[in-house]
């Protein structure tokens, strides 16, 4: 990469972030996952179902999908990061990691509601969030790269979580300006659905799949041209699969001899797990507990998300100045406090208090929540990406960051099985958000274990 500009090299990391985010923020969250529950749950009432066993089976279907997404990856991140660094070759990786983002998020246009598949939907989906999770895993390894000087990687990494926000936000201010009806007809902004679009068809809502691999194949061209001649860093003849997995085996072996890698790993884990507890249940809080419409929530959703763009970028001036320990810190007890904020929320009362009915403060308060979730969370996933690169062995990031992926999937189930249980046992969608609590808690204590500057350095 000598004659690309260090300058270069980062933009166009950057725009990886930007690429991909609407993945999250357009198919995950806003547009794909709703209309996907929506679709489900009417093929299941036409078929004779009643309306809330339904909506409840359209939700259980939605989380099979993701947790099988999320086995897959979770088992083949590591193996496939210690394939590449054995070999020394990352970007061909991510041209096919690319390419299965590409097709699985395009082939969301054929679930018309007339022919819906719960299967094929599901698959679709799926093999597109492999495709844009391994693609992260390999783009993630990168970091250390950019900049020898380990004290200016947190600013990287917030600068280029914040761009992938601010990609986030203007794809999803498109999708509903341009082509999501939003009734009679019509999009947000007064249009009809370009191309003419039939929202009988659902047409309007499932081109959000094309829309988000278009935008993927546009913006990830300003990525493969700054890392076109990326070094291998390790001869090799071939992607050496034997060695990488024997490495891999070593690194696995010697996990207890690196106890801050470890305490890391552990702590990361819990803390990430409740951080997508409350992105994944923030939505269906406000609908349940404070009657909030669809429309209510996806402000939410972009005021959350500009926020957290924001906070990237300062969390990580903050993280390149102390560096990224204490904006870890300082997050998960901000979460910790805005949780149970939340919690004491409801149309009548807020922060202990009775309310006069039609009070407007419990909606404030938990617009304030949403944005403080959106900037705390935006900066400990940027921090703790950088976390990582302190952390874990030079020579094996690829390993690494797949490592990461790991313990971030192996209990990505626990959140939502803890909210479920406490809502259950409790009968109260307040009392439900408190296991997210605790999960923040415990991986405040981990910390405790984790060295500063990693292994190497302390």
Do not use: H
Request: glycine content about 12%; some cysteine; aromatic content about 14%.
């Amino acid at each position: 990469m000598a004659d690309i500009s260090a300058r270069r090299r980062i933009w166009g990391w950057y725009f990886f972030d930007w690429a991909s985010q609407p993945y999250n923020t357009l198919l995950l969250t806003f547009i794909f996952g709703p209309y996907f529950a929506q679709t489900a749950s009417q093929v299941l009432m036409d078929g004779g179902m009643a309306e809330q066993a339904a909506k409840a089976q359209a939700q259980a279907w939605w989380g099979y999908g993701l947790t099988a997404a999320g086995v897959v990856i979770a088992l083949l991140a590591p193996m496939l990061g210690a394939v590449a660094d054995s070999s020394g070759r990352r970007l061909p990786w991510i041209w096919g990691f690319s390419a299965l983002y590409v097709i699985g998020s395009f082939a969301l246009w054929w679930t018309a509601p007339q022919s819906f598949s719960v299967l094929w939907a599901l698959a679709f989906f799926g093999i597109g969030l492999i495709g844009m999770e391994f693609a992260t895993i390999f783009t993630n390894s990168y970091l250390p790269d950019l900049t020898p000087d380990a004290g200016t990687r947190g600013r990287i990494s917030g600068s280029g979580w914040a761009f992938g926000y601010a990609g986030g936000v203007l794809a999803l201010i498109i999708m509903i300006a341009f082509f999501q009806d939003a009734g009679g007809g019509r999009t947000m902004a007064g249009l009809a659905p370009l191309f003419g679009l039939d929202p009988a068809t659902g047409a309007d809502t499932r081109v959000v799949g094309p829309f988000v691999a278009i935008w993927f194949a546009v913006f990830m061209v300003p990525f493969f041209l700054a890392f076109r001649a990326a070094p291998v860093t390790r001869k090799s003849s071939g992607f050496q699969l034997g060695k990488g997995l024997a490495d891999l085996w070593q690194t696995l072996r010697r996990l207890p001899q690196t106890p801050s890698l470890l305490a890391y790993l552990g702590s990361s884990m819990f803390y990430r797990d409740a951080l997508n507890g409350l992105y994944t249940f923030g939505g269906i809080y406000a609908f349940g507990v404070l009657g909030w419409s669809i429309v209510d929530i996806g402000v939410f959703g972009i005021v959350a998300a500009i926020s957290g763009a924001v906070f990237c970028w300062v969390g990580g001036r903050v993280d390149s100045a102390i560096g990224p320990m204490p904006v870890i810190r300082a997050c998960c007890v901000l979460l910790i406090l805005t949780s149970g904020m939340v919690v004491t929320l409801t149309p009548t009362s807020a922060l202990g208090m009775d309310l006069a009915a039609g009070s407007p403060l419990p909606d404030i308060l938990f617009y304030l929540a949403g944005a403080l979730i959106g900037a705390a969370g935006g900066a400990l996933q940027a921090s703790s990406r950088n976390m990582l690169t302190l952390q874990g062995n030079p020579e094996r990031m690829t390993e690494a960051f797949g490592l990461y992926a790991l313990s971030g999937k192996a209990t990505s189930f626990l959140a939502p099985a803890l909210i479920a249980i406490a809502t259950d046992l409790s009968g109260s969608q307040r009392t439900g958000v408190l296991p997210v609590v605790g999960l923040f808690i415990a991986g405040l204590i981990l910390l405790s274990w984790v060295k500063t500057n990693g292994e190497a350095r302390a």
